[in-house]
């Protein structure tokens, strides 16, 4: 029990802590002999707050609002829950007992060991499933009508391709630019077929070049288009949005009340391209300042429809316009120029990519003072190409992550 125990609670084992273990032990083998006793105590560990929970507690002595840096013990939990989403293994543990894990060279050293884990997949999906809304694929249900071929075997493939995508880049320490430039990724039949990609069979993904251009890199994923459609038609602000939020790291503000429809026809009843309907909207002056910055980057990704598929005309006939201007003046066409544009000035993608890590890496939204932190972080990681190994290295050495404030 005492081995157990220091798994579960992520620290040493107390006297104490075996004293409550080995009294349920004892009233379970009472009950029901030796296997009932170690059941019993099984459920209690199982239903500690110590294994339940992340407990931080303030040591002694410190001021309400004041900064210390977390033990060697509080610290090993936040490394593997980042990068294994479970409990730190005993070699971690060895480290933090001994409390020589803030010793900068052996975290790093920790923190590269783990990546190299097969258990650091864990970050992968979870990270990639919370930054790229990756959960609310299953919920995407297209009209039928319009779109009858897409069922729940192709929703599952869309999110595969991209976690496994995003796995590679992750997990072969490769530049994070590569996420939106990467001529290549990891389809089934299924997926293919969808995507107009010949001489793939059968239901294992495996990876696959991409010749089509405006399909490179996550911008290009069926996943990413999907989730941010209508089940009907396609959606620039969604798309706009999405590109704001998660790639550029300056989300628009929230919409005013009431805000009017979209429409889609003209008074006389003709069909309008996506972007006439939605430059009619932006005519209103409560709507425009908003969607002045939002529609630009969503209509480079109107060569798409709202299930991802490659398109040249709109579902209205017309020949799509995909050029837009990003809020710094750059124009573009496409999704392919998009995605130029936005390596054109890798910081800012690199910086949003650090932001939404920390987050994640944290449990907590980031604040004006976490904004140094970010910064370095970005700064070390372009010495080092960019590569992913570098982000999580400086996340983990960050002020941020390794320091709490008091609460009381």
Not at 221 to 234: G, Q
Request: include cysteine; glycine fraction near 8%; hydrophobic fraction near 40%.
């Amino acid at each position: 029990m005492s081995a157990l125990a220091r798994r579960a609670y992520r620290r040493p084992v107390t006297p104490a802590d075996l004293d409550v273990l080995l009294g349920f032990f004892d009233q379970g083998r009472r009950e029901g002999g030796f296997d009932a006793g170690i059941e019993m105590a099984l459920r209690w560990l199982l239903a500690s707050p110590e294994f339940v929970l992340r407990v931080e507690r303030d040591p002694a002595g410190v001021a309400a609002g004041e900064s210390y840096a977390v033990s060697d013990l509080e610290l090993a939990s936040r490394l593997s829950f980042l990068l294994w989403s479970s409990i730190p293994d005993d070699e971690l543990l060895d480290l933090a007992e001994a409390g020589r894990l803030r010793d900068p060279a052996v975290l790093e050293a920790q923190a590269r060991r783990m990546l190299a884990d097969e258990r650091s997949r864990a970050l992968v999906t979870s990270f990639a499933s919370q930054w790229l809304y990756l959960r609310n694929v299953p919920a995407v249900v297209p009209d039928e009508d319009r779109f009858p071929d897409v069922g729940e075997g192709l929703r599952q493939a869309m999110r595969r391709e991209t976690e496994l995508f995003v796995e590679s880049v992750f997990r072969e320490d490769r530049n994070v630019l590569d996420l939106l430039t990467a001529d290549y990724t990891f389809v089934n039949e299924r997926l293919a077929r969808h995507y107009g990609m010949p001489r793939v069979y059968g239901s294992h993904f495996r990876r696959v070049p991409v010749a089509h251009e405006a399909r490179h890199g996550l911008l290009g994923h069926a996943s990413i288009l999907s989730v941010t459609s209508y089940p009907n038609r396609t959606s620039p602000v969604l798309r706009g949005k999405w590109v704001l939020e998660n790639l550029l790291g300056t989300p628009p503000a929230l919409p005013p009340p009431d805000v009017p429809a979209l429409e889609e026809t003209t008074d006389g009843g003709e069909a309008l391209s996506m972007r006439e309907a939605t430059e009619r909207h932006r005519a209103n002056p409560v709507c425009a300042s908003c969607h002045r910055l939002m529609d630009p980057p969503g209509f480079a990704l109107e060569q798409f429809d709202a299930v991802g598929r490659f398109r040249t005309r709109s579902a209205a006939g017309t020949p799509i316009d995909a050029t837009g201007e990003l809020p710094d003046g750059t124009r573009f066409d496409g999704a392919a120029g998009l995605r130029e544009a936005l390596v054109g000035r890798p910081e800012r993608f690199v910086g949003t990519l650090t932001e939404k890590l920390l987050t994640y890496a944290l449990g907590r939204g980031l604040e004006h003072y976490d904004a140094p932190a970010v910064r370095a972080i970005t700064r070390a990681a372009a010495e080092d190409g960019y590569r992913f190994s570098s982000l999580v290295v400086g996340i983990v050495e960050s002020a941020p992550f390794r320091m709490r404030r008091a609460e009381s």
